[in-house]
């Protein structure tokens, strides 16, 4: 049983208002387990038996913030399928039904993709009009940004390619003239006016219509697809809220990113379509193996990585991964990626958005830097990690989380007062990305390159590429040091507030500039010190040694692996976003590197953090339980704790049962012969009997408060005049797992893991003792890691 | 045959229309750096796949005859391009959702208060606004559950009920997500 505390949980009786539970017919239970129990002709009258009653509407659904039973689903999946099987032969139409059947699987994921595919586009598009809104408008067609608005203009040198006609930014609109100290301080108020409605208007929508829409969403993906149920968390309006609202808080120059947030809308879609068929809406297992398919098209259509989402999915998000549930995630994100780009959001025809197009190879002493860039990436990860939790938990626990609303627009007012000034933090972060990636080419826009498109009369380009940096140069480096700074610390109080919220990009930008100030860095060691050594070996004067983007992209995936822990998906990402293919040995030392550094100071990445501080009773496949306790020394009762609370197979009444339920709020108790023997029958859910008592209370004639209640297949012999009985079998489950108590701890957890147990019953030489449930098994390990074991909330 | 014909290019003439082919969604760019005393320049063209080279699209050129090879052979071209009907429909249905929202969020806070108190007078107010927390009774859950089956023919009686019922979920989820902070940090 499960000792929940009765004031801190009335989610227990009250169902979190989520969808209804569906009365049609479902399978019953009781036939299945007979057959499981090992019967031969006794398990064929039971199923017999079982077939002349009537199914209870309702038995078999699970209450909000519980945990399924993998087990129960999976075998009521097998019945589904064994019974379409066996009436295949029957008739044609059967037939059909059968094919519907075996191919609802892929077309649930094509539309999964399809729809996460529309909607990426949606919001790419939108995120990139209002990004610029904040700027200026295009006068003669409102609908474009400022690149589509200079689109066919025909300026024709470099300095003024920026500058079309038909752009005007809000000085010029408003007071008329484009230069100046009166327009600068005109566009600064129409930034931080824009930035902040749009922050207002994202948590407002958030909070009246869809609370569940804020944050990144990948920490609840990952427990509700090892099992947990949210009510409400991937349902239509969910998923309206949440694009909505995504595009105006990448608008509002907030600093965050959409991709976790895309993840989220991806397996909303993917959650709404599996209602359209009953194969997966009345299967909790099936169902989540659909939405592991729609986070991996959620990852593809963020990155425009189809691979990379599907080992996303397999990697950070999924608990169980089966070889079937691989190629559908291969198949939602094939499917994503195509959609996306038939609507080419970006105008080049291409899903990548950080495309490199250098090729120039990398040296062994380079090695040296990208190992220092993921030393750096693990330190920030490792930082990050701890300041971002501690305020979050900081949030939540005083007063500080009463204003969610005053929260965010005082985060918004203080980013875009900071970040106006400097050009770096005033544009799109991805737009920085790309700045930062790409190397400096013939005619370079940003500042990092003065020196290298430096002409003066007859000296070409190509004489001396590695330039002494000009003045520029240091003011670029300056003012990226800065961005840095600023970046590291507003993503700390960013994320986790009450709109749509990703890190992905953010942490990748921070770790893009680092990269950046380390590549220049080097460029100028190697001019100044070509006599070196390392750099004579294989630096020739005048060539172009080092590539200042690359360590830019190494940066990004250092810092991004260092926060999230994650390993060959990081990579598979970072080179699908590039196009890089030759860099992927420096991507994954950097990647190793931070991992082991960030290992080093917790092994928790921010998602497993996240799920932690929320106490979601998630047991991570990943830890290794190596203590030496043993099941008696975790199960309950304890010595202190009231007798283990059991039903009888039939001694009870219906009152008696009553009172126990209502005295109690454990989720379920298990049922035994008799007290004197305590030998165990099974167990019983606790909605399952409220459930079913309801029912009986209405359909059934003569069910009185003193009719006896029986577990077992004959009703007990009973005095003439006693009311008629109540039998309960079909709630019951035949066949509870259970251990002894001598069994070690590790084989307990590793039952539970592999086989998604929700509770275990313990027995002592044949008699039943005690029950262990996750709940416990999560208090235990967090005691055992000298963590506060009542942080552990849901069961 | 002539109405027909006509009656077909009206057609396409709409279908155009609707779609907004723009022939200005394709371009070609060409990025030339500094050569000699030549500045840095950027030419673009809407010129198709085929044309899209130097030639074709650097004009006027700047340099004589003979530098031609030689100044094409720096210029980097790009062909581009856009689909502006897909931008244009999509910021256009992406503002008109926002600002339904928007009219379905002041109606919900503001106006209906307001109406509702004007109509019902306050008791009633208080009872239709009170949390529903729930009964702490789990047998009345049940009976919720099973009380699911009574359908009520009118179709408004229906809309009401599946707005209520949405209410309440979201009341439910907001306390759970911004006032114990149980869930959603």
């Not at chain 1, 484009?178 to 409605?197: D, H, K, R, T, V």
């Amino acid at each position: 049983m499960e000792e929940e505390d009765a004031a801190a949980d009335p989610y227990l009786p009250y169902d979190g208002g989520g969808d209804t539970i569906p009365l049609q017919e479902i399978p019953r239970r009781g036939s299945n387990y007979a057959m499981s129990n090992g019967g031969g002709a006794a398990s064929s009258t039971t199923h017999l038996l079982d077939f002349l009653e009537e199914p209870i509407p309702g038995v078999g659904t699970y209450d909000d913030f519980h945990t399924i039973d993998w087990v129960r689903e999976k075998c009521k999946d097998r019945e589904r399928h064994r019974k379409i099987n066996s009436k295949k032969k029957e008739s044609a139409w059967e037939f059909t039904k059968s094919l519907y059947d075996a191919w609802s699987g892929w077309l649930v994921v094509t539309l999964t993709g399809l729809a996460s595919g529309a909607l990426a586009g949606l919001i790419d598009i939108a995120a990139d009009w209002m990004n610029d809104l904040k700027e200026g408008v295009c006068l003669s067609a409102m609908w474009f940004n400022h690149e589509q608005c200079c689109w066919t203009s025909n300026e024709t040198t470099f300095a003024e390619r920026d500058k079309c006609p038909q752009w005007k930014s809000w000085a010029e609109l408003i007071l008329g003239q484009a230069e100046g100290p009166g327009s600068y301080i005109m566009n600064y108020f129409m930034y931080i006016y824009w930035a902040l409605s749009f922050a207002f208007l994202a948590v407002c929508l958030v909070k009246v219509f869809a609370p569940y829409a804020c944050g990144s969403g990948i920490p609840e993906i990952k427990t509700i697809l090892s099992g947990f149920i949210i009510r409400g968390y991937l349902g239509k309006w969910t998923l309206m809220i949440k694009t909505i609202t995504l595009v105006l808080a990448v608008a509002s120059g907030l600093s965050l990113g959409k991709e976790g947030p895309l993840v989220h809308v991806a397996c909303c879609c993917g959650n709404i379509f599996s209602y359209l068929f009953p194969k997966y809406s009345k299967n909790e297992a099936k169902k989540r193996e659909v939405l592991s398919a729609a986070s991996a098209a959620g990852v593809s259509v963020a990155f425009g990585a189809p691979i990379g989402g599907v080992l996303f999915s397999l990697e950070e998000v999924s608990y169980y991964f089966p070889l079937k549930t691989l190629w559908r995630s291969f198949f939602a994100a094939l499917v994503a990626a195509f959609v996306l780009r038939s609507i080419n959001p970006f105008g080049n025809s291409r899903l990548v958005l950080f495309y490199v197009e250098y090729h120039t190879p990398w040296y062994l002493f380079e090695l040296i830097p990208f190992i220092l860039l993921g030393v750096f990436g693990g330190l920030w990860g490792a930082f990050f990690i701890r300041a971002n939790i501690a305020w979050c938990r900081r949030r939540k626990s005083t007063r500080f989380g009463k204003y969610p609303v005053l929260e965010v627009i005082l985060v918004a007012a203080i980013t875009a007062v900071v970040a106006f000034p400097n050009p770096y933090t005033r544009q799109n972060t991805s737009e920085l990305i790309k700045e930062l990636f790409t190397d400096c080419g013939p005619l370079e826009s940003s500042q990092l390159c003065q020196y290298r498109s430096q002409m003066n009369g007859s000296t070409a380009y190509t004489d001396n590429p590695n330039q002494p940096a000009e003045p520029g140069v240091y003011s670029a480096m300056w003012q990226l040091c800065l961005a840095l700074i600023f970046k590291i610390i507003m993503t700390i109080f960013t994320f986790g507030l009450k709109v749509p919220s990703g890190l992905f990009i953010p942490s990748m930008a921070i770790g893009a500039i680092a990269g950046r100030i380390v590549g220049i860095a080097m460029e100028q060691l190697a001019y100044y010190h070509h006599d070196w050594f390392l750099f004579k070996e294989w630096c020739e004067v005048g060539a172009d040694c080092i590539t200042p983007g690359l360590y830019a992209m190494v940066g990004a995936a250092a810092c991004l692996g260092g926060v999230t822990r994650m390993t060959v998906s990081l990579v598979v990402i970072v080179f699908e976003l590039t196009g890089g293919l030759e860099y992927i040995v420096p991507l994954m030392a950097a990647v190793m590197t931070s991992k082991w550094v960030g290992d080093a100071f917790g092994r928790e990445g921010i998602y497993e953090a996240h799920i932690r501080l929320n106490g979601y009773p998630f047991l991570d496949a990943k830890e290794e339980f190596t203590h030496t306790t043993l099941a008696r020394d975790v199960m309950r009762p304890r010595n202190s704790d009231p007798p283990l609370a059991v039903l009888t197979q039939d001694d009870l009444t219906v009152e008696e049962l009553q009172a126990v339920i209502n005295e109690t709020s454990y989720n379920g108790f298990p049922v035994i012969v008799s007290k004197e023997s305590q030998r165990l029958v099974g167990f019983a859910l606790r909605r399952d009997i409220t459930i079913a008592i309801e029912n009986a209370r209405r359909k059934q004639e003569g069910i009185m408060l003193n009719s006896r209640v029986y577990f077992t297949q004959h009703a007990p012999t009973l005095p003439a005049d006693s009311p008629r009985p109540l039998k309960l079998r079909s709630i019951l489950d035949m066949s509870p797992f259970t251990v002894t108590d001598h069994t070690p701890m590790e084989i307990v957890v590793d039952i539970f893991r592999k086989l998604g147990l929700r509770q275990c019953l313990v027995t002592h030489n044949g008699r039943l003792l005690g029950i262990i449930t996750k709940k416990d098994i999560l208090r235990h390990m967090a005691q055992m890691a000298d963590q506060d074991p009542e942080s552990i909330m849901f069961n | 045959w002539t109405s027909d014909t006509s009656f077909k290019t009206e057609l396409l003439g709409l279908y155009g229309l609707l779609i907004c082919y723009n022939s200005e969604d394709i371009r070609c760019k060409c990025i030339c750096p500094p050569y000699r005393d030549v500045e840095g320049q950027i030419y673009k063209q809407n010129v198709s796949l085929k044309d899209c080279n130097c030639l074709h699209v650097v004009e006027p050129m700047p340099v004589d005859g003979k530098d031609v090879e030689a100044y094409c052979l720096r210029c980097e071209c790009k062909y581009e391009e856009r689909s502006s009907g897909t931008i244009k429909v999509t910021i256009i249905i992406y503002l008109s959702i926002l600002g339904l929202l928007l009219l379905y969020m002041v109606y919900l806070t503001m106006v209906e208060p307001m109406l509702k108190r004007r109509l019902f007078g306050h008791s009633q107010l208080i009872q239709s606004d009170d949390d529903v927390v729930g009964d702490q009774q789990p047998f009345a859950n049940a009976h919720n559950v099973l009380s699911r089956s009574h359908s009520r023919p009118n179709m408004l009686n229906k809309v009401e009920h599946a707005q209520q019922r949405w209410r309440r979920q979201v009341q439910e989820q907001r306390k759970s997500v911004f006032d114990r902070h149980v869930v959603l940090s």
